[in-house]
């Protein structure tokens, strides 16, 4: 059984009653750190001669460890549980984003030129110079964030409304990193000529498409498709979010075992959306030697089950995972929990790279394989070199809306990678520090330049 790090997404607050004697908060914070629970903040509510009434916030690694928890807890004599409740899901209540105006209504002149009648000749020069769109409404700066909730996370096809949490936070993401107005649309509909034909019809609103948590096969129809038939940039942030900062991180990797990208043997597990595009970006860059594999294996040009997406990187060599990791230099995880042994590890060449990127848990955890690797990165934040695409999407629109581009190309992507990569000097790369954090403020801004700069030598800037 893999056992995690305990984390914030499963935090909890306990109220409880304590006698007020010598020990008894001991005995509370003794029986948390024997059930595993990492310990947060102590709040005194209360306190009387004889009772004092605490909250308690506690870290836990999943749903059943927090239960294990709290029933300890409740074991320890005198000691009353009062109430919990899960710090996640209270975050959540009422939903995570809200509209405001930008400007003031305080008089009637105000609301006049707002809205009726003045409005009106707005509307009108809009009409007549659909150009202006741009400078007169909110279009400039918006970001429609779509999905049919096919493939939520690594929870599979939870619908619309269970992806809804996940496209809220994207916008919070869009908004703090970018200063980008985003907002989530959750289709009630998993038809592609349906996603399509509705994303076409709101796109009047919209500067920009983040398409998300669209399953595969259909998720590259939808992009294609839409790039072709829209003339604002649609970006599916599974596929090139992801790829961006998996090659921002290889880059600095690379620099550190000394190992060029054009001469390197990469393989890649998961053949799905993310998986594919980082392959292509990967080739984009130099990479010439990539395996893919999914649940069957290597994708070999011996397999009739590939669709079209898998067969563009089908190889002649055949076999399994673990024969694809032999002697590899880089292997790349956006699959599953669990796939990978530490002696698959101990197979690759010298130096080695793992990106096990599965999420919450790793393809490895990299406590098995500390001292085989040369660098190890994860998609979790409580482990070092975390590949996250937040590092990428917010700069890239900011990029993309500034320079009213028409589409998100391979190149930009390619810059934006090389961007992020950048910001980390020489100096202070090392095994632990190949991918800056998501709360460094330099990100989104180089990461816009990058891609401004690309749109205008590709000749699609319109400013």
Known sequence: MVILTPNSSYSLTLRLQIPNRAGMLAAVTQAIANSGGNLGQIDLIAQTRQLTTRDVTVDASSTEHAETIVQAVKELADVKLMSVYDRTFNLHRGGKITVISRIPLKSQDDLAMAYTPGVGRVCTAIAQDPEQVYN??????????????????????????????????????????????????????????????????????????????????????????LRQELDIPVFHDDQNGTAIVTLAALFNALKIVNKPIEQIRIVINGAGAAGVAIARLLQKAGATNILMCDSKGILSTNRTDLNQEKQEFAVSQAGTLTDAMISSDVFIGVSAPGVVTPEMVRSMAKDPIVMAMANPIPEIQPELVMNDVAIMATGRSDYPNQINNVLAFPGVFRGALDS?????????????????????????????????????????TAVAAAVQRAAREEGIAKQ
């Open 136 to 225: 007169l409404t909110i279009k400039q700066n918006t970001v429609a964030i779509v999905t049919d909730g096919s493939a939520v996370l690594g929870l599979g096809n939870l619908g619309a409304a269970g992806a809804l949490p996940v496209m809220e936070g994207k916008a919070m993401l869009f908004k703090e990193f970018a200063g980008i107005d985003a907002f989530p649309i959750c289709l009630a509909t998993q038809d592609t000529e349906e996603i399509i034909a509705t994303v076409k019809n709101i796109a009047p609103v919209f500067g920009g498409v983040n398409l998300e948590d669209i399953a595969a096969p259909r998720c590259f129809e939808i992009e294609k498709r």
């Open 404 to 444: 009213r581009a028409s589409t998100i190309t391979t190149t930009m992507c390619l810059e934006a990678a090389s961007a992020i990569a950048s910001l980390i000097k020489p100096s202070d790369l090392h095994s632990e520090y190949i991918i800056p954090s998501v709360f460094d403020d330099r990100v989104a």
